[in-house]
């Protein structure tokens, strides 16, 4: 008898950690295309929340145990709306995720959106979908972004290339929503600052060839020339052109240009470039970067808000004590702000039981997160200097 027991209080044992609940969340991220060096670093972001949720054993605990999440990847491609949707579509149908971290750029992160994501009723975080056009677009309370929108970012560009003495200016942009919605923003207030805008013209990623791109802008001319593009394509492909050519040597880099490629690949001669980044130097963003490295990847541009999209997905579910969608969307804004205990990276343990006693948070997160209306992040960004072959922070503004 004592040996039937003994057996059977070691099935029992044995079985138990297959009885935990599943939760899938998709990291729907742009792995191929032309930002693709951000996105395993921004995955690695994401993932590092879910495992911290999950180990914790307090997430969305039920009959003694916590549920697991697992993290379920799909390439957005970047830019190839049909490929993203479809990526979208497997993950909701296929893989039953629960909801979607992502997408990485704007483009399709507005068409998963629209096409994916309403219809079938799937909050979307995205960590780096800056476009305007996200503002103010219909999303069923479905749609949230980590990081600050790209009117702010016009107006912190306009102001610091006023303050270096730029007077005039040339821009090109990446032929999409991203590009063209920060280009508006970049024009509309550095004319109103009192610059001049020579020229503003877009550009295809993808080419081997921007000879022509660039002989109209350097035709038109301008102190410095912003562009407003990828790093990993277009954006690099005209700077490494206008430098072939003599046409301009200086370049104002915004965010879609900030990563460690767009240094390796150009070398000495984009040193003095300067740029702008969402970012902080939050306590919560040190603590972030200790906690990558300890993880084995460098918190590059857009993992902190990875993590931090991931995190407040996971926070909302535990508010709403359901991982469906259409129960935790309402709670998002509940946990991203005051009132409540303040929560940074490495404290998601501490946030799951306060939230599971029924108490109040404010996640602060990695990037000092407030949440403003639709879903609306605002937020800093790093003054970015090239020098010595690296991205260098000078001030956050």
Do not use: W
């Not at 180990?55 to 799909?74: C, M, N, T």
């Not at 893989?95 to 909050?123: D, F, H, R, Y």
């Not at 610091?160 to 024009?187: H, P, Q, R, V, W």
């Not at 880099?253 to 001669?269: E, F, N, Q, T, W």
């Amino acid at each position: 008898m004592k040996r039937l027991i003994v057996t059977f209080i070691s099935i029992i044992a044995l079985a138990s950690p297959l009885t935990a609940d599943e939760v899938k969340i998709g990291v729907l991220l742009g792995f191929t295309g032309p930002a693709e060096s951000l996105a395993p670093n921004m995955a690695n972001g994401a993932e590092l929340a879910f495992k911290e949720a999950s180990d914790s054993g307090e997430f969305l605990r039920h009959a003694g145990h916590g549920s697991k999440i697992v993290p379920v990847r799909a390439d957005s491609t970047c830019v190839k709306k049909p490929e993203a949707q479809a990526a979208a579509e497997r993950l909701i149908t296929s893989e039953k995720v629960s909801s979607i971290v992502g997408a990485l750029c704007s483009g399709v992160t507005i068409s998963v959106l629209q096409n994916v994501a309403m219809p079938k009723g799937i909050v979307l975080f995205s960590p780096s979908a800056t476009s305007p056009a996200l503002s103010d677009m219909k999303d069923n309370g479905l749609f949230f972004r980590a990081s600050p929108s790209d009117a702010r970012q016009g107006q912190v560009i306009a102001d610091l290339l006023k303050e270096k003495g730029y007077k005039s200016i040339a821009m090109t942009y990446t032929n999409n929503d991203y590009g063209k919605g920060l280009a508006d923003s970049i024009e509309n207030n550095f004319k109103a600052a009192g610059g001049k805008v020579n020229i503003v013209a877009a550009h295809e990623d993808g080419k081997a060839d921007y000879g022509a791109e660039v002989a109209a802008l350097a035709q038109a001319g301008g102190d410095i020339l912003v562009v407003a593009g990828y790093l990993d394509q277009g954006g690099k492909g005209i700077i490494q052109a206008s430098l072939d050519s003599g046409a301009f040597d200086h370049f104002f880099l915004p965010d879609g240009m900030i990563g460690p490629s767009l240094v390796k690949a150009i070398g000495d001669d984009l040193n003095g470039s300067i740029g702008t980044v969402p970012g902080t130097d939050s306590d919560g963003s040190k603590l972030f970067g200790e906690m990558a490295k300890a993880a084995g990847f460098e918190a590059t541009p857009f993992s902190d808000y990875s993590y931090d999209a991931a995190a407040m997905t996971i926070l909302a579910m535990q508010a709403a004590g359901s991982s469906e969608s259409q129960k935790f969307k309402d709670k998002v804004f509940d946990i991203a702000n005051a009132p409540g205990e303040k929560i940074l990276p490495g404290q998601l343990a501490k946030a799951l039981k306060i939230l599971a006693q029924g108490g109040d948070i404010d996640y602060v997160g990695a990037t000092d997160v407030t949440l403003i209306g639709e879903g609306e992040s605002s937020g800093s960004y790093r003054e970015i200097l090239v020098k010595d072959n690296e991205m260098t922070t000078v001030q956050i503004r």
